[in-house]
């Protein structure tokens, strides 16, 4: 399985943009990189998924670089209600999904 | 609207009962997972099942079980329930037997157990 590790927690304000950096050191090769977000008491929802480069959707943008080593998941001028945790997966070639303890980003006004 | 459904959302029983809870996948998802989150050991992969076949068994403690039934709903069984059991359960659905492509969760049971 491919660890991912991630910061615990991390502020920032309305407006700002916030980077998420994860490490996956030992991604297999058929394996992509993919974040969940998770408000309070419902369920994760998929933000976005990429394999290498960069991707980029209505919500985030995903920088992964040439070894795949790492990932950065970028929220572009956040707001409050972008307050939740955020969850890198590095291993999803198996039958499920394994959660770590992600992110808690915490934005304030 | 997530498009997978899960009742009840919210349950209170007493040590030593059983309950159902119960899930609806996406249209045309064949694969159910079901996952249990309480505050000290976070997302927790129990089981998933794929076109009514179990497919994948995490850490699923044997006093629970799971079915998937023709029309693709699943239900998740607890029996003797203890205080430990409390937890948010959440179903979800992906359209493959793998997680390659992500899925999609609903927005789950909230299970008290007093």
């Known amino acids: 399985l491919a660890k991912t590790t991630q910061p615990i927690s991390m502020d920032s304000y309305e407006g700002q943009e916030v980077n998420i950096t994860c490490s996956h050191n030992?991604?297999?090769?058929?394996?992509?990189i993919t974040w969940y977000q998770q408000f309070p008491s419902q369920g994760p929802r998929f933000i976005i998924q990429?394999?290498?480069t960069k991707v980029t959707n209505e919500v985030a943008s995903l920088f992964i670089p040439a070894d795949r080593k790492s990932s950065t998941l970028s929220l572009p001028r956040v707001s409050l209600s972008d307050t939740a945790v955020y969850y890198c997966l590095g291993d999803t070639t198996g039958n499920m999904l394994t959660f770590g303890g992600g992110t808690r980003l915490m934005v304030k006004p | 609207d997530s498009g997978v459904t899960q009742t009840p959302k919210h349950l209170i029983t007493a040590t030593g009962q059983r309950v159902t809870l119960r899930c609806s996948p996406r249209?045309?998802?064949?694969?159910v997972y079901w996952y249990q989150q309480s505050l000290d050991q976070g997302l927790q992969f129990l089981i998933q099942?794929?076109?009514?076949?179990?497919?994948a068994k995490g850490n699923i403690l044997e006093r629970f079980s799971a079915q998937q039934f023709p029309d693709l709903h699943s239900e998740l069984n607890l029996s003797s329930l203890e205080l430990g059991d409390s937890a948010l359960y959440f179903c979800a659905s992906s359209d493959s037997g793998t997680a390659n492509y992500g899925y999609t969760f609903g927005s789950g049971t909230r299970l008290t157990v007093v």
């Open positions: 030992n991604i297999a090769t058929n394996d992509y």
């Open positions: 990429g394999y290498k």
């Open positions: 099942y794929y076109n009514g076949e179990e497919r």
């Open positions: 249209s045309g998802d064949l694969s």
